[in-house]
């Protein structure tokens, strides 16, 4: 159950970290750069979790 509920919680994340790279064409110029990698980080964090919490459950 645990799993499930991390996978779920990394999913979010995952799709959130897509949804600030599209953001990023939206917000002024000045505040792009910082939304895109703002995403890139998201989108680490969401592989990080399945990559070390998942992995040592079992």
Known sequence: MVNIIAFLIAGGFFYAGFWLFGLAFQV????????F???????????A??????GRRN
């Open 28 to 35: 002024p110029e000045n505040l792009a750069g910082l939304v």
């Open 37 to 47: 990698f703002a995403g890139i980080l998201v989108n680490l964090f969401a592989l």
């Open 49 to 54: 979790i399945p990559m070390n919490i998942m």
